[in-house]
């Protein structure tokens, strides 16, 4: 059962159009919910109804990017089913701890990482230009990060995306746009799972949710199509952009407020 929580006009303007910014942003580069979580903490909204809520909204962004994508053959859908498992197992056992682990000590392992991912990114001039071989064994990486970035998405959520495409990029050999595509494979799957539970628990509010829902479903199609249609350079530029706008915010959140 959806709970109640009145809204006013403008919050449900602002909500879409966060939605909107988030889903064009996360179908390039991943980290839409660096903006859409702020968006509906800032209406408001108890801790639980954000996450709930902000899985039912995100499920309509990455699936619309996954229909879009695997249309122009930038993924194998048929071959993660390993990988798309064990994220799916990870989400659950995510979700699932939520309640009982703290999201500061995420906050503070994440910004360690996102600030090496960054570096690394920016040194790596050939980041994401072309294919290369697996450094790790298919099974290996399929269960590794399956399991470990399914939990981080089913518990917190907010880079995952980011993580998803550096991962198939330096050890799974994807060039970016392909690990943009199986990015979002991936990020729906823990999406989807996280939802189901959020539902089960009365944590999803439905109407905010569909109405964002509608916004990253347009935004991630927009989004999705510059991808398809501008060269490498341009993904990875957006790339940095949107990991050193997540740094900043996290650092500003978890060490100055």
């Known amino acids: 059962m959806s709970p109640m929580h009145t809204l006013e006009f403008q919050h449900y303007a602002a909500l ?3 939605a909107l910014v ?9 980290g839409g919910g660096i903006i859409t979580l702020p968006a509906l903490m800032a209406v408001g909204l ?4 954000v996450l709930g809520t902000n ?30 498992a064990c994220t799916a197992l990870g989400a659950a056992a995510g979700t699932l ?10 906050r503070h392992i994440m910004v360690v990482l996102l600030l090496v991912l960054f570096i690394y990114t920016c040194l790596a001039r050939d980041f994401g230009g072309v294919h290369k071989p697996h450094r790790i064994p298919h099974h290996v990486f399929a269960v590794l990060f399956g399991l470990l970035l399914g939990f981080y ?20 050999g994807l060039d970016l746009r392909r690990a943009t595509g199986h990015t979002k494979v991936v990020n729906f799957t823990s999406n989807l799972v996280a939802l189901v539970f959020f539902l089960a628990a009365g944590q ?10 509608v916004g990253q479903a347009l935004g991630a199609f927009l989004g999705a199509h510059l991808v ?28 100055l407020r």
């Open 55 to 84: 899985k039912l909204q995100a499920c309509f962004g990455s699936a619309m990017a996954t229909w879009r994508y695997a249309g122009r053959g930038l993924m194998e859908i048929r071959k993660m089913g390993l990988l798309i």
């Open 153 to 172: 998405d089913g518990f917190f959520g907010p880079g995952t995306g980011t993580f998803w495409t550096v991962a198939f990029v330096v050890l799974a």
């Open 46 to 49: 108890p801790p639980h109804l």
């Open 97 to 106: 701890t939520i309640q009982h682990l703290s999201q500061e000590v995420l």
């Open 204 to 213: 999803v509010l439905l109407l905010v949710g569909l109405l964002m829902g």
């Open 228 to 255: 398809l249609h501008r060269g490498i350079r341009f993904i990875r530029v957006f790339f940095l952009g949107v990991v050193a706008l997540t740094l900043a915010r996290l650092l500003y959140t978890t060490y």
């Open 16 to 18: 879409f159009l966060a």
């Open 22 to 30: 988030a889903g064009f942003v996360d179908a390039i580069a991943g």
